[in-house]
């Protein structure tokens, strides 16, 4: 018996040579979801639970490469997009998507440094704005990355609404705002919407430095809606399956940086 052909996802990011962020967390969370992961590498870092020493974007022709063998050989249901580091990087992506059209396209916007330092020039922020987020199924964004898309500052629940929304009318499909960066007491709330339907996802906060769950939220939304999920209800598992990571977290380096479980957390076949 010749066992059915599984679709794929393919991560197009970073890499992470600690391997708690990027693309090496992107593959772990679709292992871990039983999804078959593909990538193709935008950027190499050197980086470890303590930061980021060196970072290596490879020539256009290669990053293309990739990108075809992956389209040429795999029934590709879902694309997850994270840290693409300058504008022509971006463009390339985006000539890439338009051509090969997959299903899904979940857009992680990497613009902001944990601490705080704004990663993209103007020109890559210009691009993701006019090139990746019509293309884009779902936005991830934080509250900072949402406030350099949107060029305004956002301190509270309204103010959040209004930039899910704001972030559709600028041609993202549907947002998942990510509640992280926004204090509001005990509890990290998620905000999607999708101009029609607005969800709210409610979770403790936790009091650990965690590395890599941006990452691994946008791939594993997209593992699930390889595995069938409606865009809504593939944010809420995946919000759980980040909650089920971090309970069961561990520091593999010599910081205090946590990075998560990720097969502790898969959820049932």
Do not use: W
Not at 122 to 150: G, H, K, Y
Request: hydrophobic residues 45%.
């Amino acid at each position: 018996m010749t066992p059915s052909t599984p679709v794929s996802a393919l991560t197009i990011a970073g890499s992470d040579s600690g391997g708690g962020a990027g693309i090496q967390a992107d593959l772990k969370a679709f292992a871990a979801h039983r999804v078959h992961g593909l990538s193709a590498i935008a950027a190499l870092t050197a980086q470890n639970t303590r930061g980021v020493s060196a970072v290596h974007v490879p020539p256009m022709s290669f990053l293309r490469a990739q990108i075809d063998a992956c389209f040429d050989d795999f029934d590709i249901h879902a694309v997850k997009l994270g840290m693409l580091a300058n504008a022509e990087v971006i463009h390339l992506v985006a000539d890439m998507l338009e051509q090969r059209r997959p299903p899904h396209v979940v857009l992680d916007p990497v613009m902001v440094a944990t601490s705080g330092a704004k990663l993209l020039e103007d020109s890559a922020l210009r691009a993701m704005r006019e090139r990746l987020l019509p293309l884009a199924t779902l936005l991830t964004p934080n509250t900072p990355e949402a406030e350099l898309l949107l060029g305004r500052s956002i301190t509270n629940a309204n103010e959040a609404e209004d930039a899910a929304a704001a972030l559709i009318d600028m041609g993202a499909g549907a947002v998942l705002l990510k509640g992280g960066h926004l204090h509001e007491g005990n509890r990290v709330i998620d905000r999607y919407f999708d101009g029609v339907t607005r969800e709210e996802f409610s979770h403790a906060r936790l009091p650990v430095d965690a590395h890599g769950t941006g990452c691994t939220l946008a791939s594993a939304i997209a593992a699930q809606l390889c595995r069938g999920l409606s865009l809504p209800n593939a944010c809420e598992a995946a919000i759980d399956y980040i909650a089920r990571g971090l309970q069961g977290g561990y520091q593999p380096g010599r910081s205090d940086v946590m990075v998560l479980d990720h097969f502790g957390a898969a959820p049932p076949a």
